[in-house]
C-alpha cells in the first residue's frame, strides 16, 4: 500500500509530535464532529464505513456504539490497549509512533457516545508507554483539545490512563473492565454487555486501539473511502503482526483481503534458512492452526475467508512455523502459556488447561501412548464451548486442530509412536 | 402482587413460573433437578461452575416479521443453540423447550464434573463433608467412576489454612465455586474472604484481621459444596451419618434462629450423648437457613462438666452446701416457702421457657406472693398490643415500605435481624436508624437520627408530632423528625425495632409506647409485617411479659424489700450486680434453680439443677411474637430437672395445682388461661408448610447442608390490636433530663461478650470481647487519658479500673463499656473518671 493509513509515522516520521500531528490535518476530524455532527451522526458514518473491531472479534464498531441505552449517564469509554496475544504488536507501535491519531480517535468516539471520561487500559508491561501516553494526553490538555467546553461547544473530555497488573484475561472486555475497578481480573457473565452496563455499571464502549485509530480517517474522509479499501464485509486496512520463522517479521499495513502468500512472501520475505512453509497461526495463539496448504496460502485474509477455511482472523497476528517445528510441541507451548494465563474462573478452562499441561508434559518426557493423545482430543473436545468466556474455548480449539491437523507430529512424541 | 408468568417444557413437563425465574429454579419446582456447584438459591447467580448445563431450544423468530415461525401443524419451530448453556443464568423465556436429561446434556455435565474431580482429592473417607457433600453424591450420581485423570498428575495444596479462629480451608478440596465469598460480600456485607491468584492456583484468603472477621462466617461451611471449609468446631469430631438430629431453638437472643442440634454417643466424651454441632434449621421467616457464630459455635455451656448434677441444701446459713435427693430438696423448699407466709418473690431470666414461667408465675400466685423478671428493659405490653402480626416475614419487606431501629445494635444484639432489615433496605425499603452512636447498621439507612442518649422516646413524639399535629409535641418536632415521620407515614408497611441502648426502664417503657403510638396513629398495626418488635436481651423475654411476668420498675432491690423468700429461676442478679448479693442473703430463704453454681446460688439455701434446653421440651417466644418449640437433644444427668417441673412438683406438694406431666400440658394451662395463646398447642406449633428455596435431601447440592424443617415453623401470635377494636394508644411524656451529666457510662451490647453461655464455648475464645471503656476523643483529651491508658472509674460509690479505647464513634459526654465483661452494670449511670499516671 503506497499510503499508510493507521502507521502513518511511516510517512510521517515525527507524526508522534503534536505540532506535526496538527500541521497534517490532526484534530481536524475532532472539530469537525463536535462542531458540525450529532453524536448519532457518527455512529452513522462508522456504521457505513463498515470498521469491524480490530482486537479479535471483528464486530461492527458502530452498531456497538448504537447500543448504548437511551439516556443513561454517565458514560465511558475504554480504549483496549491490553495488547497481549502472542504475537501481537501492532497496538504498540500505533500508540509509541503515532499517538495522537489514535487518542484523536478515542475523542471521537467519546463524542460519539457522550462519554466525559475515557479511559486507555494499558497491558501491566507497557508502563513506559502509559507514562508516554499520559504525557500526550498532557499536550492535548494545554493545547484544549480535551478538557472543558471544547471548539466552543458544549463537549467536555478528558482522558485518564489505567495501568494493568499482567494478565492475558484483562484484554476479555469484561474482566478488563473488573480490573479498572480495581477488583480481580475475571470475565464477567454477558449479558448484560458493557455497552448497557460496563464500567461501574454505566454504559461503557470498549473497543481497541486499532479501531480506534481508524476513526479519524473515516471522519475525515468518509464511509465510501474507507469501504473502498478491503473486501466487501471485512472494510478498511488492517495491521498484520507477522512474526515466527519468517524473513522480515513486523507489522504490516495491508487491506483485508490481502491473502497469507503476500504477506508472507512478498512482505515478510519468505522462510528463512531455506526452509519451507510448514504452518500458519493466523491470530496468534488464539486461533486454530492453519497448514499451510496453496488453498490456505491463497486465501484472503479477512473475517469471513478465514472462518470458512476453519480459523478465525483474530486480531490478526501472523505466526509462520516452518517444516523445522513439530506442531505437538508448539501446541505444548500454547497449552502452557494458556494454563497460566487461565483466571480460574469457570471450571473447562481451569482445570481442563492443567490437564492438557499435564499430559503435554507426559508426551514430552516420553511417558504418554497415542492413548494419551486420545485423551488429550478427548479432554480439549470437553472445554470446547463449556467456558465462561473465550479464552478456554480458544485454548481447546487449538489443541482440537492442532491434533486433528497434524496428528502425525502427535504420535512422532508417544512412545508408542510410529 | 400479581406477577407475569411464563411458561416452558422442561423435559417434556409445562412449568409456568413468574418472570425472571431462573430455567434452575423452574426445573426444581417442577420435581426436576440440575446439578449444580457454584449456583445457590440465595446468592446471584455467576455461571461460574458450568455444572448445570442444559439444552435450551427457542421458538424461531422471523426477522423481518418479528413473528414466531410456525410449522405446518401451526407448532412453533424450536431451534437449539450450538452451545450448552447455563440454567443458573438464563431466565426463563415463553414457549422455551429445555432439555436436562437429553444425551448431549447429560454428556456435557459428565464432562465438567469429570474436569472438577481431577483437582479434587480423593479423601473422602476423611473429609467432614462426606456423606453430605454435594460433590460426593453427584459424582456417585452421574460421574464415570474411574478418572481418566492420572493421580500422580495432582496438584497438591495445602489442607490446614486457617482463615480465621472459627473456619479452616482445604485448599485441595477447594472447588473454587465462590459460594464462601459471594456469601460474605452479597448476604452479609462482610468482605473479608477474596480470591488471590489465578487458574489452579485461584485460592480463598482472608483480607480482616482478625482471619475472617464476620459473624456469619459458619455459614460459608454449609454452602461449601465441598469439604473446602470447615468449622474449629465440628472438624474431624464426627461423621454426619453418625449423628442425631434434633430440632431446637437458639436460646442466644430474641431472634429465636430455628436450629438442629447434631448429637452422638462417644467415646471421648465418656459414653455420653454430646452436641457436635449446630446447624441452621430453615424457617424462611426467622433466619431463613442462616444462623450467626454464637448461635453455631456457643451451645458448649450445656455439656459442661461444671453443670448442677444434685439438688443442694444448707442447712445453716453460710453453711456449707450438702447434696441430698429430690424428695428431701422438695420437702425443704416447701418448708421455706411455707414460713414466709406469702412474702415471697419469684425472680426469672429471660431464658426461661413459657412453660417455667407460666409455672413459677402460677407457684407465687397460689402463695400470695408475686414473679418479676430479673431485666431492665420495659415495654412487653406494647409489644403484646401492637406487635407484627401473623404472616409477617422481613423478607417481604422491600420498596415502599419503612424499618425503623431505635436505640439498638442490631448487629451486635441480634445479627440475623440486622442481616434481614439490611437486605429489606437493599430491597428499596426506607430504614430509619436512630441511636446516640453510629452502629453498623448505619451503612445501610436513608435516614440516620442521631439524640443524646436517653431522649429516644422525645425523638419519637418528635416524628409523632407531624402525624397528629398535637400542640404539646411541638417541643420535640425538629426538621429531622419531619422529615423522617413523613417516610413513616408514607410506607406501605412499617416495623420499628425498639432496643434499650442507654434507657432505663422508665425510659424504654416511654420509648416502646411511644414507637407503639406512632405505629398506631400513622395505621401501621394490626396487620402483617406492621408493628413492633423488642430487641430482647434474651431469648425469651417476650414469652416472660405474656406470661405476666415483668421487671419490677423499681428493679429487684426495690422488689426484694420486705420479700422472706426468694426463689430464682434461670437467673444470677448477685452475679450480674453485686450489690444485690446482700440483699438477697437477708431473705430468711433463697431458693435458686439453675445449670451453674452461680453468685446467686452460693448466697442460695437451696440449689436445685436445672436441664438446659437441650434436654427437655419448651417453647420460646421471640421478639417478633412467634412461639417456637425447641425439643429434647441430649438425656439429661438424671439429677437434673426441667424448671417447669421443679416448680409444678412445688406446687403439687404445697397444694396449690396438681403436678403437670409435661412441658405440653403446662402449655395447654397456658393456652386455656392466656387469650393470646389460645391457639398455641404443641401439634400447632409443630405444623410446617412448604418453604422456597428448598434445601436438604438428596439433592443438598442446591441449598447446602441447612437442615429443612420437619419440625414445625412455630406459630405467630396475633397482636392484641387486631383482636380487640378498643384499644387507643397513647404518648407518654418522657422525663424531662434534668442535666447533662458530664459522664454518662452506658452498657452496651456486644455479640461475644463473657456471659455464662459464651464464655464456656470451646472455639469462640480468641473472639470474645475484652473489656474497654470507650472514649470519644475530645472528652479524652479534655480527661488527659491516652490510648490504651488506664482510668478509675467511679460511680454509685464503687471504683473500677479500666483500660480506656479512644473511639470517635463514641458520643460526646458519654464513655460506652460492653455488657457483660466484668463490668456491673444494668443501666447508664453518672460516671466520674480520672486517668491513672504511668
Known amino acids: 500500500m503506497a499510503e499508510h493509513i493507521l502507521l502513518r509515522h511511516r510517512d510521517i516520521p515525527d507524526i508522534h509530535e503534536l505540532d506535526v500531528y496538527l500541521s497534517n490535518g490532526g484534530f481536524d476530524a475532532l472539530k469537525l464532529v463536535v462542531q458540525k455532527k450529532t453524536p448519532q451522526d457518527v455512529i452513522d458514518i462508522v456504521r457505513e464505513s463498515g470498521l469491524r ?218 522462510i528463512p534458512n531455506g526452509r519451507s512453509i510448514k504452518a500458519i497461526l493466523p491470530a496468534g495463539a488464539s486461533a486454530p492452526i492453519l497448514p499451510a496448504t496453496k488453498k490456505v496460502l491463497d486465501t484472503g485474509m479477512d473475517y469471513e475467508s478465514l472462518r470458512k477455511i476453519g480459523s478465525d482472523l483474530g486480531s490478526g497476528s501472523v505466526i509462520v512455523v516452518d517444516d523445522s517445528v513439530n506442531i505437538a510441541w508448539l501446541a505444548q507451548k500454547i497449552t502452557s502459556f494458556f494454563k497460566h494465563e487461565s483466571c480460574g474462573k469457570c471450571t473447562p478452562c481451569r482445570e481442563g488447561t492443567y490437564w492438557m499441561s499435564r499430559i503435554f508434559e507426559n508426551l514430552e518426557n516420553g511417558k504418554a501412548t497415542s492413548e494419551d493423545i486420545d485423551l488429550l482430543d478427548s479432554v480439549a473436545q470437553s472445554i470446547v464451548g463449556k467456558c465462561l468466556c473465550a479464552l478456554g474455548d480458544f485454548a481447546a480449539a487449538q489443541v482440537v486442530s492442532d491434533i486433528a491437523r497434524f496428528r502425525s507430529d502427535f504420535d512422532a512424541r508417544a512412545k508408542d509412536g510410529k | 402482587m400479581s406477577q407475569a408468568l411464563v411458561s416452558l417444557t422442561i423435559d417434556g413437563v409445562e412449568v409456568t413460573v413468574p418472570v425472571g425465574t431462573k430455567i434452575v429454579d423452574a426445573a426444581k419446582q417442577a420435581g426436576i433437578e440440575i446439578p449444580v456447584f457454584c449456583y445457590h438459591p440465595k446468592l446471584e447467580s455467576v455461571g461460574m461452575c458450568r455444572q448445570c448445563l442444559v439444552e435450551i431450544g427457542r421458538p424461531k423468530i422471523d426477522r423481518s416479521t418479528r413473528k414466531i415461525v410456525r410449522d405446518k401443524n401451526g407448532d412453533p419451530v424450536i431451534e437449539f443453540g450450538p452451545k450448552l448453556e447455563t440454567s443458573c443464568t438464563t431466565p426463563v423465556g415463553e414457549g422455551w423447550v429445555v432439555l436436562v436429561n437429553s444425551e448431549r446434556a447429560i454428556e456435557g455435565r459428565r464432562q465438567v464434573i469429570e474436569l472438577i474431580l481431577t483437582s479434587h482429592p480423593l479423601d473422602c473417607p476423611i473429609c467432614d463433608k462426606g456423606g453430605e457433600c454435594p460433590l460426593q453424591n453427584m459424582t456417585m450420581a452421574h460421574g464415570p467412576g474411574k478418572s481418566r485423570f492420572l493421580y500422580e498428575d495432582k496438584m497438591h495444596l495445602a489442607k490446614h489454612v486457617p482463615l480465621g479462629d472459627l473456619i479452616f480451608l482445604d485448599r485441595e478440596r477447594c472447588i473454587q465455586c465462590a459460594r464462601c465469598i459471594r456469601f460474605q460480600t452479597e448476604i452479609v456485607d462482610d468482605p473479608v474472604i477474596a480470591f488471590s491468584e489465578r487458574g489452579r492456583k485461584l485460592e480463598i484468603v482472608t483480607l480482616s484481621e482478625p482471619g475472617f472477621a464476620s459473624y456469619f462466617s459458619g455459614n460459608t461451611t454449609d454452602i461449601c459444596p465441598v469439604g473446602a471449609l470447615t468449622t474449629a468446631d465440628f472438624r474431624f469430631g464426627a461423621r454426619p451419618w453418625e449423628l442425631n438430629a434434633t430440632a431446637s431453638i437458639c436460646p442466644h437472643c430474641a431472634v429465636g434462629c430455628n436450629t438442629m442440634l447434631n448429637t452422638r454417643r462417644e467415646a471421648r466424651s465418656q459414653g455420653r450423648v454430646v452436641i457436635k454441632r449446630v446447624m441452621p434449621r430453615q424457617n424462611e421467616a426467622v433466619n431463613e437457613i442462616w444462623l450467626c457464630d454464637k448461635g453455631r459455635f456457643a451451645h458448649h455451656f450445656a455439656s459442661s462438666e461444671e453443670r448442677l448434677a444434685r439438688p443442694v441444701i444448707k442447712l445453716k446459713r453460710r453453711g456449707r452446701l450438702t447434696a441430698t435427693t429430690w424428695e428431701n430438696a422438695v420437702k425443704f423448699v416447701v418448708e421455706g416457702l411455707q414460713a414466709a407466709h406469702g412474702a415471697v418473690l419469684g425472680i426469672a431470666g429471660g431464658r426461661a421457657s413459657n412453660e417455667d414461667l407460666y409455672a413459677l408465675h402460677r407457684l407465687m400466685d397460689g402463695l400470695g406472693g408475686r414473679a418479676v423478671l430479673h431485666d431492665q428493659m420495659a415495654g412487653g405490653e406494647f409489644v403484646q398490643q401492637a406487635g407484627v402480626g401473623p404472616g409477617t416475614n422481613l423478607a417481604d419487606l422491600g420498596s415502599g415500605d419503612c424499618i425503623l431501629v431505635v436505640a439498638s445494635d442490631l448487629h451486635e444484639e441480634a445479627p440475623i435481624w440486622w442481616l434481614r432489615v439490611k437486605q429489606a433496605a437493599e430491597r428499596g425499603a426506607k430504614l430509619i436508624v436512630a441511636n446516640a452512636r453510629p452502629t453498623r447498621l448505619d451503612a445501610h439507612a436513608t435516614h440516620i437520627l442521631r439524640y443524646d442518649y436517653g431522649v429516644a422516646a422525645h425523638m419519637i413524639l418528635g416524628m409523632l408530632h407531624e402525624i397528629n399535629h398535637q400542640k404539646e409535641l411541638d417541643q420535640y418536632a425538629s426538621a429531622e423528625t419531619k422529615k423522617v415521620a413523613k417516610v413513616v407515614s408514607k410506607a406501605n408497611n412499617v416495623v420499628v425495632f425498639y432496643g434499650s441502648e442507654g434507657l432505663d426502664y422508665a425510659a424504654s417503657h416511654d420509648l416502646a409506647q411511644n414507637c407503639a403510638t406512632l405505629l398506631a396513629a400513622s395505621g401501621h398495626v394490626g396487620r402483617a409485617n406492621n408493628g413492633l418488635v423488642a430487641v430482647w436481651t434474651h431469648s425469651n423475654t417476650q414469652g416472660a411479659w405474656d406470661m405476666g411476668v415483668h421487671p419490677e420498675p423499681g428493679g429487684l432491690a426495690a422488689a426484694l424489700k420486705g420479700q422472706k423468700a426468694a426463689y430464682v429461676v434461670a437467673a444470677d442478679p448477685a452475679g450480674d450486680e453485686p450489690l444485690l448479693t446482700s440483699l438477697l442473703e437477708q431473705v430468711d430463704f433463697l431458693i435458686v434453680q439453675g445449670l451453674f453454681l452461680t453468685e446467686t446460688a452460693l448466697a442460695a439455701d437451696v440449689v436445685l439443677p436445672a436441664q438446659s434446653f437441650v434436654e427437655r421440651d419448651g417453647t420460646y417466644t421471640n421478639g417478633m411474637r412467634r412461639v417456637q418449640r425447641f425439643f429434647p437433644a441430649i438425656a439429661p444427668n438424671e439429677g437434673m430437672r426441667a424448671d417447669w417441673e421443679i416448680l409444678s412438683a412445688v406446687a403439687a406438694a404445697m397444694g396449690i395445682d396438681s403436678a403437670r406431666p409435661s412441658a405440653a400440658a403446662v402449655m395447654q394451662d397456658i393456652a386455656a388461661k392466656n387469650r393470646d395463646y389460645s391457639e398455641v398447642n404443641y401439634p400447632a406449633l409443630s405444623r410446617n408448610a412448604s418453604q422456597w428455596p428448598h434445601v436438604g435431601g438428596k439433592d443438598i447440592y442446591f441449598g447446602g447442608t441447612a437442615h429443612p424443617n420437619h419440625q414445625g415453623l412455630g406459630v405467630q401470635l396475633t397482636p392484641r390490636v387486631e383482636r380487640q377494636k378498643d384499644i387507643s394508644f397513647d404518648w407518654a411524656a418522657p422525663r424531662k433530663i434534668a442535666h447533662k451529666p458530664r459522664y454518662l457510662m452506658v452498657p452496651i451490647t456486644k455479640l461475644y461478650d463473657r456471659g455464662t453461655t459464651v464464655v464456656q464455648s470451646q472455639v469462640l475464645g480468641p473472639r470474645l470481647e475484652i473489656l474497654r471503656l470507650y472514649v470519644n476523643p475530645e472528652d479524652a483529651e479534655r480527661l488527659g487519658m491516652i490510648d490504651e491508658g488506664e482510668v478509675e472509674v467511679q460511680w454509685d460509690g464503687r471504683k473500677q479500673r479500666l483500660r480506656s479505647v479512644i473511639d470517635e464513634h463514641v458520643p460526646s459526654g458519654a464513655v460506652l463499656v460492653p455488657r457483660s465483661l466484668g463490668v456491673p452494670l444494668a443501666t447508664a449511670v453518672d460516671v466520674k473518671i480520672r486517668p491513672i499516671a504511668l
Not at chain 1, 98 to 108: D, H, M, R, T
Not at chain 1, 111 to 123: N, S
Open chain 1, 53 to 270: 473491531g480490530r482486537g479479535g472479534a471483528g464486530f461492527p464498531a458502530g452498531v456497538k456504539w448504537g447500543f448504548l441505552p437511551q439516556g443513561v449517564f454517565p458514560r465511558y469509554v475504554v480504549a483496549n490497549a491490553d495488547e497481549s496475544e502472542p504475537g501481537t504488536f501492532k497496538d504498540r507501535e500505533i500508540m509509541e509512533r503515532n499517538p495522537f491519531q489514535f487518542l484523536e480517535g478515542v475523542a471521537i468516539c467519546s463524542y460519539a457516545a457522550q462519554a466525559k471520561l475515557a479511559y486507555i487500559y494499558c497491558r501491566g508491561e507497557f508502563w513506559d508507554l502509559a507514562h508516554e501516553l499520559e504525557s500526550h494526553i498532557a499536550e492535548l490538555r494545554k493545547e484544549k483539545l480535551l478538557g472543558r467546553k471544547l471548539f466552543g461547544k458544549d463537549f467536555s473530555l478528558d482522558i485518564r490512563v489505567h495501568l494493568g497488573a499482567g494478565a492475558y484475561i484483562c484484554g476479555e472486555e469484561t474482566a478488563l473492565l473488573e480490573s479498572m475497578e480495581g477488583k480481580l481480573g475475571q470475565p464477567r457473565l454477558r449479558p448484560p454487555f458493557p455497552a448497557a452496563e460496563g464500567l461501574y455499571g454505566q454504559p461503557t464502549v470498549v473497543n481497541n486501539v486499532e479501531t480506534l485509530t481508524n476513526v479519524p480517517p473515516i471522519i475525515n474522509r468518509g464511509a465510501n473511502w474507507y469501504n473502498s479499501i478491503g473486501t466487501k464485509e471485512s472494510t478498511g486496512p488492517k495491521v498484520f503482526s507477522l512474526s515466527g520463522n519468517v524473513e522480515r517479521p513486523g507489522n504490516y499495513e495491508l487491506p483485508l483481503g490481502t491473502t497469507f502468500r503476500k504477506l508472507i512472501f512478498e512482505h515478510g520475505g519468505g
